[in-house]
Each structure stands twice: as C-alpha cells, then as structure tokens.
C-alpha cells in the first residue's frame, strides 16, 4: 500500500522552529523552516544533517513551503538554501515574502551585530535566497512538477499567513501553519473547502484552551486603556513588531476615533514603519471591515498613533505607548517599564505569551520587586494585565477546521506534548479517525488508500446501458463483463473483442455438451417436434427454432436426439452449448431430465 | 382533431370579448396583426443560415407582440422550429415561446399541444431544457385549468429521468410550480395516464434529493418548498432526507437544506425523532434546532446568514436548548446533556478550559476524565457564541435579530443574552453597533440591568457617533435598573454626554424623564445630593440656564409624580424652578401636586383623564357634529353657514384636546372650511348684478376660489390613511373649485378664446374625475358631480357661455357631500429643534461666502421623507431659496417618525445691520406626486399662491434665524 511519511524537524510535541518532511508519492516536501526562539545554540535551527549527512538539499527535496513571515516558522530559511544548500523552489505568499526578508534582516542584526556571533547568514544570503521564492495566490493551484500541485488556502493569524493543500496524484496533505479561526480586527477567519486530505497537519498551541469570546477581551482591554488615560496614568503595552501589534493598534485607533479621545498613542519605530507599508498595500489580505472601507480611507493609515521618541515617557499627562519587545526583556519597552514602573496610575498590558526568565513573566506571576542589573531592585507599583491576543486558533477552532476539511487521519505539531495528548483524544473520540503526534525525528507513517482510475471503453459502456435499461443508479454497484489490460502505467477496461484485437489473441470457443436419457415411445422426429413444443410453451421470449436438419436451436443451444440401439423406447438427448450460454443450457438439461409431459401431441 | 376544434372555440371565444371592450385601439391591431407576423415570417424565410435566423429572432424578441398576433407568430415560430436543425436557434425559439405566451391577454391553452409535441421530437438537453421552461412559464400562465396541468406533469414525470441537469432541474421546478396539491378527483379527466400524475409528487421530488448533480438537488428542494408555500403539507419523512443534506459538499444545496429543515420543524414541532446512537427521543423542533445552529459555523457565509436567520423565528424550542446556543464553554454533547447535565456544569467549573483571560490559567493540571467532554459543538451549542463573533457582518446582523427574536419571546433567554447584546456594543462596523442597541432596546422590556452591565452600556454614551447615542438615549427611556448607583451612573454618564456633546441636549432630557418616571423610588434617596441641598444650611442656588442642571431637575421632577413624599425635600428655588420649567419645557415636566400650591387646571386635567373613555367620547362627538353638518340640504340654506362655523371652531378644539383625533378633527375642519368658503363664495351679491357690472367686486370670491384650491391640495397630501372614498370627495371639493374659478373667469373676462379653452379643460377634468373614481361614484349621489356628469352629454356639444350657466346653477343646487372618515387619519407634521430661533447672537459671515445652519427636525406620519420634504429659506428680500436634503440625512427613529438632520447653506449680498430669515419644512407634491392613483393632474392653470411654492405645502411653523453677511474686508 502506498504511504504518507511525516517527520518533524521541528515543532514535534514542541512550539518554535517549524520544519516538517513530508514524503508523498515519491515527492518530498519541506513544511516551514523555523528557528527556535529559546536556544542560541546549534539547537537554534532544525537538524537538517536529518536529510543528508553531507551535499546539498536539493536532490532530496522537491520544494519548500512558508506558511508565513514569523520566525519560527522562516527563520532557518537562509541558513538553509545558503549555508547548507538548496536550489529548488521556495514557496510563499506574496504579503510573506514582502516581509519575510525585512524580519530576517532584523534577526541577522541583532544576531551578528548585538550578540556578536560570526558564521551566521548575510544580508546577502537573505537577497540570495528570496530570489528563490516563489510567490503563491490565494486559491491558486500551482503545479510544483508533472505530479505535485499545492494550493493555498487563506489562515488568519498575521497578514499573509496561508495553509497549504499539497497534492500527489489522488493523495493529499494540508498543512496549516499557523491559523486562527476566530477573526480579528484585521485579518479574517481561516477557512479550507471540503478537500478531505489524507492528513491535516495543524498547529496545537492551544490545544487545551477555549477562548473567552475575543469581544469580551476587547472590550475588557479597551475599558481598562481608558479608565487608566481617564485617570491621567500611562500605558505600556509591550508587543513583537508584527501581527498583534497591528491588530491592537487598529482596535484603539478606531476606540480613540469613536470616542472622541485625545491623549496621543505612540509607537516604537524600527522596523514597523516598513512593515505598516505593506499592511497599507495588501488590503485584500484583510477583514471585510478594512476591505470595504479602504478607499474612503486606509485603516492602517493610523491618525492618533504617531512615532514614538525616547524622549516622550518623560513628558507629562496621560499615554498609551506600544513598545518592542513583547516579553520585556530588554530593549525601549524594558527602558520605558522602567521609567513607569513607580506609578500605580500607570499600566502595563501584556498581550501575549511570555517565556519563562523574562521580567514579562516575572511580573505577570505577581512578582512586585524586580531585580535589576547592578543590584538596583525596582518597585512594581503599576497594573498589571494580562490579555490574551493570540491569533492561533483554540481547541474548538482546531476542532471546526476539521469539519471543514474532513480529513482521513490528523496530525498535530507546533504544541506541548501533555496538551496535544488531550486533544488527541479528543479528536479520535469525535471524529473517529486516527490522531498522530510525532515528536521531532520520529516519523508517522499512514497507508493510504488511493482510488485507481481505469479508463472504460465507450463502446463498453454504452452496450451495457443498451443491455440494462434502467439507468445506473449511483448507490447500487452493478456488475458487467469486460476484460481489464494494465499496459504501461495504465489501466483499462475494455469489450473482450477490444482485448482480444489489441493483444492479437485467437478467441476459443468453449462448448458444454450433455446427454440426456429420456424415454419417449415416440420416433425420433417426432420426440423432437414434441420437445420442441414443449420448450416452446415453456420457454416463452426465447427464440426457438426447429431446423430441418433435424435439430432444435434453442438461443445458441443445439438439441439432438437418437435413439438408442437396444431400446427405442430410451432416447438420448444430445445438448450442446457454448460457454456464454452457461445459464441457459444448465436451466435446459435440467428441464429436459425431468422427461416431457405426457400431455403433449 | 378535438384539440383542434377546442383551439377555435378559444379563438373566437377571444375575438367576441375583445371587440366591445377597446374599441378605439382596435383599428391599429388589426393593421398590425398580419404586418407582425408575416414580417418575420419573410425574415425567417429569407434567413440563409441559422446565424442569420438567430439574429432575427433577437431583433423580433425585443419587440412587443399584441396580444391578437400571439399565435400566429407561435405558428410560424413552430413550422420553422421543426425545420430548424441549428441547436442555438431552437432555443432562441424555446425562449420566445415562453416570453410569447406571457403577452397580457393572451391565453396560451391553444399552444400547449405544440409545446408538448416538440418536446418528444427533441434531441438537445439545452434545447429540451428550454422547452420546459417555455411550458412552466404555460403552465402559470393558466392557473385554472387542471387538465394542462395534469398534462405538464406528466411531461415532467417522463423527462425525469433525463442525463442532463439542466432537464431534471426544469422538470422539478415544473413539479414545484404545479404539481397538485391533492390527488385529482375525476380520474377520466383526459390524458393517458392521471395514475401516474396522482402519484405522490413529493416522494417523486424527494428522490431526487439523492441526484448526483447538487444543481438538481437544490432543484428538488426549492421545488418541494415551493409546494409548501403553495400550501401543500410535507410529509415528515422528508426531514431525515433534508437533514442528511444539511452535510452536503455544496452550499446552495445546505442552504436550501435549511429552509427546507425549518419548515419542517415548523410544521412538526411536537413530533418526536429518535436521536441515532442513543435510545433517546427529542421534540423535532428541537432537533431541527440544534442542526440549524450547527450550520452557522458552516464554511459558507451565505449558509451562515440563513442558518442565522432561520434560528430566529423557531420559537417553539425547548427553553434549555435555546440557552445552549449562548454557550461556549459547555460542550457536552447535547444529547446526554439532560441525563449528565450536573456533571457537565461540575466540569465547566473546575475550569478544564482556560478562557485566555488570566494569565497561565491554561497550565496542565490533573488528568481530567476526558470521556466526559466533547470538544465539538454538537447540536445548538454557542451557535450564537459563533454567529456574534462571525468574520461577515451580514451573519452577525442576522445573529443579532435573530437573538431579539428569541428573546422577545422568551424573557429568560433576554436575561441571558444581555451579555452578549453588550458586547456587540463595541463591534467594529456601525450599522451592527446600532442593530444591537436597537434590540436591546426592543427586549428591554424583559430585563433589569445590572450595574456592571449599565457600566459597559453607558460606555458607548460617549461614542462620536451621534446616531448611536441617540439610540442609546432611545434604550435608557425603556430600561430598568436595579439600584440608586445605577441611576446615580447614568445620570453621571450623560451629563457627560451633554457636556461632550452638548447637542444632545433634547435627547439626554428626555432620556432623564423616562429614567425619573420609571424609577421613582431609586431617585427618591438620592434627591438631596442631585439638588444639593443641606439641612442646616442653604446652598446657592443654581444657574437656571445652566443643561446639566435641568437635565437634574428633570430626572427629580418626573420621579415626583409618583412619589408624593419627594416634594418635601426641595428647596425654595426648586419650586420656582419648577414653575418656569413647566411653562418652558412642558414636554418633559410633568404636573406635580405640589402642597399648598394652586393648581392650574386647564389643559392638565384633561390631558390627566385623557383614557380611552374620553377618547372614544371625542370620537362620538366627531362623529355627532359631522352628523349634524350633512343635514345641510344644498348650499343655499339658510343658517348653513352659521353651523359650519360653529362645528369647524368645535372641531379644532377637539383636536387641541385629543392629540389621538388630532388628525382626524383637522382634516374634518379643513374640509368644512372649504365647503364654507364655496357657501360665502356662491352668497355674495355680485351673482345678482349684470356682468359689465362687477368688474372689481369678485375679488373675494377669486381669492375663495384660490383658497379652496390650497385647501383640497394640503388635504389630499398633508394626510396619511386616507381611502379612495376620501380622496375622491377631496376631488370634488377641487372640482367645485374649479368650476367656480370657470364662472368667474366668465364673468369678468369676456374672451372666448380663452374661456373655450378653459371649458374644455373643465371637461377633461370631470372625466378623469369620473374615469379615477368610477367605484365611488354610487357615494356621490345627489352631489355636484352627479349633476355634471348627468349634464355631460349636452356639456360637450354646447357653447361656452351655456356651459357656464348650467355648471352655475348646478353649483347652486348641488349638496353639501357627507364626508365619512376613515379608520386612522394622521396629518402630517414637522417640528423644527434646531435653530430653536431663540438666539440673539446673528450669525455672521463674508458676503458672497456660505455659512452652514444647522437643521434638526422631526417628522411624523410621512410617507416617503427623502423625496417630499425640502427646506425653505425666506430672505428678508423676499428671496426664497428651496434645498433638498440628501436622503442620507433622513433617520427613522421609530414608526411613522423621521428625524431631519441636515445643513443649509446660507450666502446673501452684505447687509448693513443683522436681520432674520425664516426656515422652514416645504411638503412637495408635484405632479408625479399627485399620481398616486395614476392620475397626473396638470397644474399648469393655477397661479401660484403668495409665498408658497409651487407644489409645495409649508408643513412646520417658520424659524427665524438672526444672521448678518458682512461685507468683505479690503
């Protein structure tokens, strides 16, 4: 049976560094090529040496997808087509390789240039490797060679972000990246037709969670903004350059436009502006809201957000301040933290997930007194809150993208073990169909069990409907004769004559004969005419023939009949028939055993 | 051959109708009868090709066919039809037949053989599809006649069966439209077969819920809705079918599925379904229910929506199904709910999910029973948890009303979704913003807001949106609440509201008074601190003038109209308060009884008993003085006018008292008005003198006849609610009018072109009269018009000087008409708010630039605002300037109610010193407008009034607007 193989490289059982192998059909594919966040090691990016020891990728692969510009799932994608090797097409959608590059330059930046580190990507690398990105359509089939097709389908989560249904003659597997089901303020809602793939590789990040409804957090969060500004305090909220950034800057310019607000809003440049352009420019990519009203006006042309200066925390009255980066560990929002920090009027809000060790963390676990460099401690006075603007899609999303897909088998990656496991369950008990969950290296095999096309013969065919009547009815399986020839790859039905023509075979006839004992005090003629008579009477619709060669046709079937030597009472009945009338000649013999009725003249 | 003799009896059968009945007209037809179809026949004949054929079938289908030529160009059509062998010109012929035979008049029995000939001679599906169609649009057309009925039918039964979709769909639609309702009760009625077309047609129809083509399966389940709304009960097997389909790949076949899904489970509602995999049973209405809401997070938005919208009208669900669907987190399977509802609720509690809410909450704690919790949705849960939060702003509309719906239906669940209606309060596109608001409002009824609730409502007091506001201003006067805090925010939150935005100020009071009447015993602790008084001290006394503080005094005096007790607290200037409050803002302070105060009872005390009692006595007394005014015989009686003066007085106070009869008493009184103007009109002496004589003198009688003009005008399109039988006596005041006008212009212009003009005129005007109101014509007995149209005859034929003498004499004699009223009659009105013409600050401006004036304006009881109502600015000059406000500026707060907000732009030569204008509301009624029963009345002949528009009727009172244009600075 043929098989699917899917190995993590990362983001089995695990979150960060995306990279998935899949082989079908002979095809294999790179699914996301991450870098994890939490090592600077060599753990940093997935052990490509998994796919060859030494040489380039490039045989062993068929193409590479992106399903979008975040890190950990693009970030190890210069180091490997540059460093490791790699020539063949790099997929991604048009907003993600925009910027995809600016992301990565950055990362190169604070790497090479901060941290110091030597033996890392260059700017050229990343120029050299988007050159071999090829940009994908939403919806639109794109055939990678002969046999491999993929299909983007749109996913929410940030702009751009897309899952991919890959396709291998009659076998097929959609990956989802990253996706949301739930939209947003400025993306909309992921969604994939009924493709019933062989397997759905999703995300799991929140595998055990249902989300509050997200207008609840709204308005939770925009309440507290305002009550904070309405008391004259300052808000922080720390957030990553891209995706929910934007988001909750559209939500409080919209806020601040409806409710006549003038406290001034900032953001932290670097890279954003940048990135803000393209947001400008791939209006489709967004929600229905922003679609519809961007000509009157572009919402991501911001009117209360301006650009943050260094200089503006220590200026007075009420703010709100968007800040890199997200976790508070180090850079203008760690600075401006600081700054605020004293102040119970003032507030910071996390939006998102903060990794273990960062003052992010430490404060949202109540911690009041941080230790900073140099043994200052620092007094915790101000709010704190935590919301949650994660654009992954929760359990009952996860559970919903199954609906739509229907798939044959599931498999998560991007998620905690424990968390997956539960879902796991979950998902085998609702569905009934088989959940994987490989950790990184292992592989999960699934037999598939592929349709075969066979091409029919018209002729074929329409004799048949000529024979049946009726028209085929799609829920009953009909039988009919036809002899199948598999030639090159390829296989066939057609009439045995075709069969018999094409292979330049000779066609034997096969012929039953079978004596019957009949005694009949009659002569041999007449026993005949009163055998054909009786056939007749009970034989009704068949053509029966009395030929004067002194035999009966019945059909094809020849009858004869002579008289035995000894005893010309005792007849024998010769029956022949040929093969195709097997039927029929049984049915005879077995009739003509029983003796004629004695009524007959 | 019977068919043959049938189609003849048919033809003259038409013949003999149609000749009596146009007489006129029927000259041109038969002219054209033959040119029509032989034209084409040339045409089709000359055609070398079947693309040229094509062609001149397009050219010919776009031009009309009388209804005589129908069938002779059908023959033609049908001879080349069979000679034809070009698939796309048989089907242009198809087409034509079906357009052919919905020619007004035409009955297409007689080509319903040939239609059903070709259709076994045919090949091409297209062509056959076609075809069916043409006998759909047959079959329609001839909704009497079972026999073609049973015929199609049959017609459809044998194509059934055919390879194409495009067939099979023609044919179920052919099902739909006229499969029989009952099974026939002759069955020698004719045709082969009637056992066949006696078969259940919706078993027939639901085999077809299997098709391989999803295009034929929405077929088939359209055509089987069709049958249910041309009132065929379906059976309830179907539902199993209709649900399976629900989980089809395709979304107008899911959608159909769940029209067709909630029909049924409004037709059975109380029957019972096994639910598979458990030996349990539920209503159908709430299985039904719980599918449905299902389909609302289906993958197709279109789907959404109807799903959506389905929901709402399923009133009969279980009451803990219906709670369901606000419920997220709840996910136990629906079905073992009733049996495992308290362990579910245990789980839910034990947080197994995290919300996102709190930070970490979603740490893996101890293993849970997984078994226990189903992850999907199954059935109705958080259907509208889903819908609310949808990516489309259609299904989340859809939700909302959907949510009223049910709501209003079913206070606890209005309890429930409160909620979530809030939190729609804060959704990102408008319209669904102010949908919300608006339902709320709706079931407002039912529930009491919490303070934390009233909190997130009164957050949106401070939107910049000022239709918004007002529709949270328009939830505030219908809500309850439950404590004095919450009475104490929101007057809080909208005295900020005034103070943001301080032209919300008639809103924001009248919000208060609502607020101080419904709750007067929340007010009553906390009227010492909202009028801070002191017990010992005296406090200053408050700046009158000052809307936050009246805002206050509002909400305090409306509470103590039902507390007795809450007088006692105010202090010495609240009284004096009060008084001038009453005089200036008597809408929105009541009369209170105040110890040692004289009341003055005039119009309270009536507006006090004003219950249904007086209504209905007022009503008699309408009636009694219209009673009382048709005893007057004809209008030379003596004292007529007398009592026609009396009832007109009578009838305008009674409108003053009863604002129910309001309309009803003016519109009796202006009518009256007008009869005693024609009264005044035919007393005066100058009839008695000679011609040459009177010169000068009729200038009242002119002036009458002008103003009874006026009058018919505002009484025809001032009022809503009015009957044909009303409109009619408004055109026969209008008619007298007119005759007097004739009589005058007879008199004193001695011309006869002119007045042979005008006669001629007169006439045309009395047989529209008589053609617009041939149906009320028996009411108008004895009246002028009888007279007239008695007179007709010999009117046409003689001179204009007899013609005025007969309609003198007529207009002598005639009666006075009795006018009956109408069920509800309502005049029209407007209020201007804004400007309130108060100010004496003038508005200033360059000379030869604009200025924009504000204009705030209600309107009541008017029919199409955007078109009829324009705003008149009068110059002191005498220039007049008409604007036409943009239709967007038209709101509709609530029935028979628009709002006008809306920006005149004001520009005039410098003056020297500031001086006012007037603004006001124009009602237009042009000639178009005055069609209402088709009719268009040309104005041309009158004059226009003095200060009136022409066309228009001034419908408010005037504003004055102080404004100065300064010259330009050099």
């Known amino acids: 049976m043929p098989e699917i193989n899917v190995t993590p490289l990362g983001a089995g059982q695990d979150v960060g560094r995306s990279c998935i192998l899949v082989s079908i059909g002979g095809k294999n594919i790179m699914l996301d090529c991450g870098m994890h966040m939490g090592y600077n090691d060599d753990r940093r990016f997935p052990d490509f040496s998994y796919i060859t020891q030494n040489g380039r990728l490039t045989d062993f692969l068929d193409c590479v997808i992106i399903s979008h510009f975040h890190l950990d799932h693009c970030g190890a994608l210069p180091y490997m087509s540059e460093m490791v090797g790699y020539d063949g097409p790099i997929y991604m959608t048009h907003p993600t390789k925009a910027i995809c590059p600016i992301l990565l330059e950055d990362f190169r930046k604070i790497t090479v240039d901060k941290k110091g580190e030597t033996n890392f990507f260059t700017s050229q690398m990343i120029k050299d490797c988007m050159k071999k990105v090829v940009p994908l359509n939403l919806h639109q089939t794109v055939q990678v060679d002969d046999e491999l097709e993929i299909k983007a389908y749109y996913a929410g989560h940030v702009l751009g972000a897309a899952m991919v249904h890959i396709k291998v003659g009659s076998e097929s597997v959609v990956y989802t990246g990253d996706y949301n089901m739930t939209p947003d303020r400025h993306l909309g809602a992921a969604w994939i037709d009924k493709c019933r793939p062989d397997i759905l590789i999703s995300e799991s990040t929140y595998a055990t969670t249902i989300r509050d409804s997200k207008r609840c957090r709204e308005r939770d969060f925009l309440k507290k903004v305002h009550e904070s500004i309405e008391r004259g305090g300052k808000v922080l909220i720390p957030v990553f350059a891209l995706g929910r950034a934007q988001e909750l800057c559209i939500l409080l310019e919209t806020f601040w436009e409806r409710m006549n607000l003038k406290a001034p809003i900032y953001f932290s440049t670097g890279l954003t502006e940048k990135a803000n352009h393209y947001y400008k420019l791939f209006i489709t990519w967004t929600n229905q809201k922003i679609r519809k009203t961007f000509v009157q006006r572009n919402m991501f042309e911001f009117k209360h957000i301006k650009a943050f200066d260094r200089s503006y925390a220590d200026n007075p009255g009420p703010m709100v301040v968007f800040a890199t980066p997200g976790m508070l560990h180090a850079g203008q929002s760690l600075q401006i933290f600081k700054k605020w920090a004293g102040n119970e009027k003032n507030m910071v809000i996390m939006p998102g997930y903060c990794v273990q060790g960062t003052i992010g963390h430490k404060i949202l676990n109540g911690q009041r007194k941080l230790e900073m460099e140099g043994r200052a401690t620092l007094d915790v006075k101000l709010q704190v809150e935590y919301m949650s603007f994660s654009a992954h899609a929760d359990a009952k999303g996860i559970m919903q993208l199954i609906r739509m897909a229907e798939p044959r088998n599931m498999l998560l990656v991007h998620g905690e073990a424990v968390k997956m496991e539960f879902l796991k369950g979950k998902i085998e008990q609702e569905f009934s169909i088989d959940c994987y969950m490989p950790a990184n290296g292992e592989t999960a095999t699934i037999t598939t069990n592929p349709s075969v096309p066979v091409d029919i013969s018209l002729s074929l065919l329409k004799r048949e409907m000529a024979l049946g009547g009726s028209l085929p009815d799609p829920k009953k399986p009909r039988t009919m004769h036809g002899t199948l020839i598999m030639k090159e790859n390829s296989l066939k039905l057609v009439s045995s004559e075709q069969a018999l023509k094409e292979l330049g075979l000779n066609e034997h006839q096969l012929r039953f004969t079978c004596r019957v004992q009949l005694q009949d005090p009659h002569s041999d003629p007449d026993t005949l005419h009163r055998i054909y008579t009786h056939l007749k009477s009970v034989l009704k619709g068949y053509t029966i023939q009395h030929l004067p060669d002194g035999t009966v046709m019945v059909e094809s079937i020849v009858i004869k009949v002579s008289s035995s030597a000894e005893d010309s009472n005792a007849k024998v009945l010769l029956l022949s028939w040929s093969y195709q009338d097997e039927d029929l000649g049984s049915f005879l013999s077995t009739l003509l055993k029983k003796g004629l009725p004695s009524g007959l003249c | ?970």
């Open chain 2, 1 to 970: 051959m019977a068919a043959h003799l049938k189609k003849r009896v048919y033809e003259e059968f038409s013949k003999v109708v149609q000749v009596p009945h146009e007489e006129a007209p029927a000259k041109k037809l038969r002219l054209s009868k033959p040119s029509k179809s032989a034209a084409l026949h040339v045409d089709l004949c000359k055609a070398s090709s079947s693309t040229d054929a094509l062609q001149y079938l397009l050219t010919f289908s776009r031009k009309p066919v009388e209804a005589e030529s129908v069938e002779g160009v059908v023959r033609i059509l049908l001879e080349h039809y069979y000679k034809e062998t070009d698939n796309s010109v048989r089907l242009k012929i198809a087409s034509l037949l079906g357009l052919l035979s919905k020619t007004p008049g035409f009955t297409p029995d007689c080509i319903v053989d040939d239609a059903i000939n070709t259709l076994g001679s045919e090949k091409s599906h297209q062509v056959l599809a076609q075809l069916l169609d043409t006998l759909l649009v047959i079959g329609s057309q001839l909704p009497e006649s079972p026999a073609v009925r049973l015929r199609l039918i049959e017609v459809a039964y044998k194509n059934l069966s055919d390879s194409s979709f495009g067939v099979r769909t023609k044919c179920l639609q052919l099902l739909g439209c006229l499969g029989l309702l009952e099974a026939p009760l002759g069955k020698d009625s004719d045709g082969p077969g009637p056992s066949l077309a006696v078969r259940d047609v919706q078993s027939i129809i639901s085999d077809y819920f299997g098709d391989q083509d999803p295009r034929v399966r929405t077929a088939a389940l359209k055509a089987m809705l069709h049958l249910h709304e041309r009132g065929m009960k379906i059976h309830q097997i179907i539902y199993d079918q209709a649900c399976r389909l629900l989980s089809d790949d395709y979304e107008q076949v899911r959608s159909a599925a769940v029209q067709m899904v909630w029909v049924l489970s409004q037709l059975y509602p109380e029957s019972i379904v096994p639910i598979p995999s458990s030996n349990e049973e539920i209503r159908l209405v709430d299985d039904a229910f719980g599918k449905i809401s299902h389909m609302v997070s289906d993958g197709s938005w279109m789907v959404r929506v109807q799903a959506a919208k389905t929901l709402g009208s399923m009133l009969q669900v279980s009451p803990h199904f219906l709670e369901q669907t606000l419920d997220k987190k709840l996910m136990s399977d629906l079905r073992r709910k009733r049996t495992a509802h308290e362990r579910a609720k245990e789980l839910f509690a034990s947080g197994e999910f995290s919300s996102g809410r709190k930070w970490a909450d979603d740490a893996p704690k101890e293993k849970l029973d997984t078994n226990t919790v189903n992850l999907i949705a199954s059935g109705a849960c958080g259907a509208f948890v889903h819908g609310l939060e949808d990516e489309m702003f259609e299904v989340r509309i859809a939700a909302v009303e959907a949510l009223c719906q049910l709501a209003r239906a079913s206070p606890s669940f209005a309890e429930k979704c409160l909620d979530f209606l809030v939190d729609m309060f804060n959704d990102e596109i408008e319209e669904v913003r102010l949908q919300s608001i608006h339902v709320l409002r709706q079931i407002s009824t039912h529930i009491t807001l919490r303070e934390d609730q009233l909190d997130t409502v009164l957050a949106v007091l401070e939107d910049s949106s000022r239709d918004i506001r007002e529709a949270l201003h328009e939830l505030l006067c219908f809500t309850n609440v439950s404590t004095k805090e919450c009475i104490q925010l929101a007057l809080l939150e909208l005295l900020k509201n005034l103070n943001k935005y301080p032209t919300d100020r008639n809103s924001v009071w009248k919000c208060l008074k609502f607020l101080g009447s419904r709750h007067p015993t929340l007010v009553l602790p906390l009227v010492p601190e909202l009028l801070s008084t002191h017990p010992y001290f005296d406090t200053p006394e408050p700046d009158m003038d000052d809307p936050a503080y009246i805002a206050v005094l509002v909400l305090v005096f409306n509470a103590a109209t039902s507390c007795p007790t809450m007088p006692a607290l105010f202090s010495d200037h609240t009284f004096r308060h009060y008084a001038y409050l009453r005089d200036s803002l008597s809408h929105l302070v009541p009369p209170l009884r105040l110890p040692g105060r004289k009341q003055v009872y005039g119009l309270d005390s009536v507006d006090c008993g004003s219950g249904s009692s007086s209504v209905e006595s007022a009503q008699l007394f309408l009636q009694q003085s219209l009673n009382r005014v048709s005893t007057i015989q004809n209008l030379e009686a003596a004292g007529a006018p007398e009592l026609l003066d009396l009832t007109i007085r009578d009838l305008q106070r009674l409108g003053e008292l009863q604002t129910e009869l309001a309309g009803a008493a003016d519109f009796c009184a202006t009518f009256l008005r007008c009869q005693l103007l024609l009264l005044k009109a035919l007393q005066e002496k100058l009839w008695n003198i000679s011609v040459p004589l009177i010169l000068k003198q009729n200038v009242t009688a002119t002036a009458a006849a002008q103003q009874i003009l006026d009058e018919s005008y505002k009484l025809e399109f001032l009022y809503s609610g009015l009957e044909n039988r009303q409109l009619a006596t408004i055109h026969h005041v209008r008619l007298q009018a007119k005759a007097l006008q004739l009589i005058l212009r007879a008199r004193t212009r001695p011309g006869l072109d002119s007045l042979i003009s005008s006669c001629e005129k007169f006439l045309q005007d009395i047989e529209s009269f008589q053609r617009l109101f041939l149906t009320e014509l028996p009411h108008l007995q004895d009246s002028f018009v009888e007279k007239l149209l008695e007179l007709l005859p010999r009117l046409s034929s003689c001179k204009p000087v007899e013609v005025v003498k007969i309609l003198q004499t007529t207009l002598r004699q005639s009666g006075l008409l009795q006018l009956r009223l109408p069920e509800q009659i309502h005049r029209a009105t407007a209020t201007i708010i804004e400007p309130t013409g108060e100010s004496d600050n003038p508005l200033r401006f360059t000379s030869g630039l604009v200025v924009a004036l504000d204009i705030d304006a209600t309107l009541e009881h008017i029919q199409d605002p955007q078109n009829s109502v324009k705003v008149q600015v009068l110059y002191p000059d005498g220039q007049s300037h008409v604007i036409h406000p943009k239709p967007a500026d038209f709101r509709k707060p609530g029935p028979d109610r628009h709002r006008l907000i809306t920006q005149v732009y004001l520009s005039h030569t410098a003056w020297t010193e500031p001086s006012q204008i007037e603004v006001r509301l124009l009602l237009a009624y042009s000639s178009s407008c005055s069609s209402r029963l088709g009719w268009t009345d040309a104005m041309d002949g009158l004059p226009p009034a003095e200060g009136a528009v022409e066309g228009t009727i001034p419908f408010s009172k005037p504003v004055k607007v102080f404004i100065m244009p300064k010259p330009a600075r050099r």
